[in-house]
């Protein structure tokens, strides 16, 4: 059996008289999908940027491997890969640019980088447009060399942060296989989303949260029953997004 990689305990996190995120706990293990579901302000964006060192919990705490994830500059953090919900992405830089400037701020340089990015590249499908800019690219290939840049310095964990938002059908299908790639690699993933399709598809566990609380934390067993949720989307069209996710 796997061991636990990544532990979360008890988060909390408020925003003035509004608990965005109320005593959260779960865990990964290693080679293992988490899928994060819930609605729109359910707290998953502000347990994602906590997860990843970029917000500091007020209450609880997140080791990855036993080691603990703080605020500010840690070895820790490297060992995790984020692709935020908002792309993160230079226009005016090609795909190639792009993903040497992200690598050099992981420490990169010389023949290892040219290999990641060459590899990173292969990867998301879009060695093609290696010298070709973002700005030319549809929503979904934006989307793929965002996840990409994410997995430039190797890491053990990847948090996706709704990576499908606002792109076709078939964006959603190459950044699934993509996905299902890394799975077989033996990468561990969190995917948030509040598509029960998605969740479906790509998780072998899943947590659902809604108002900043765990509903259910369970294997795939624990799906039907979320499925009846009436926030829950079958359906990932373009959605209207209601409030803003925190």
């Known amino acids: ?45 502000t347990i994602v940027a906590m997860l990843c060192g970029l917000l500091r919990p007020d209450g609880g705490r997140v080791t990855l491997a036993g080691e603990p994830i703080a605020v500010g500059t840690s070895h820790v953090k490297r060992r995790i890969g984020l692709v935020p919900q908002e792309l993160a992405l230079y226009e005016d830089l090609s795909a190639r640019e792009n993903l040497r400037l992200f690598g050099a701020l992981y ?51 990847l948090i996706l942060d709704e990576p499908t938002v606002g792109v076709d059908p078939q964006s959603r299908n190459a950044i699934f296989d993509t996905l299902e790639a890394l799975q077989a690699q033996g990468r561990a993933l969190i995917y ?21 609380k765990v509903l259910a934390d369970d294997s795939p067993a624990a799906k039907p029953a979320a499925s009846t949720s009436p926030w829950c989307s079958r359906t990932p069209a373009r959605s209207a997004r209601g409030s803003p996710p925190v």
């Open 1 to 45: 059996m796997s061991s636990v990689l990544l532990s979360v305990e008890n988060l909390v996190k408020s925003y003035g008289a509004r608990r965005a995120v109320d005593g959260v706990s779960f865990r990964v293990l290693g080679g293992q999908t988490v899928g994060l579901l819930g609605p729109n302000g359910a707290g998953k964006s």
């Open 107 to 157: 420490g990169l340089k010389g023949a290892p980088l040219t290999g990641r990015i060459d590899h990173v590249l292969g990867l998301v499908n879009l060695t093609d447009r290696a010298r070709d800019k973002p700005a030319t690219f549809s929503g979904g290939m934006k989307r793929r060399l965002n996840i990409a840049a994410a997995l430039l310095h190797d890491p053990e964990l």
């Open 192 to 212: 948030t989303s509040h598509y029960m399709e998605e969740v479906e598809r790509l998780a072998d566990h899943i947590v659902i949260v809604d108002h900043g």
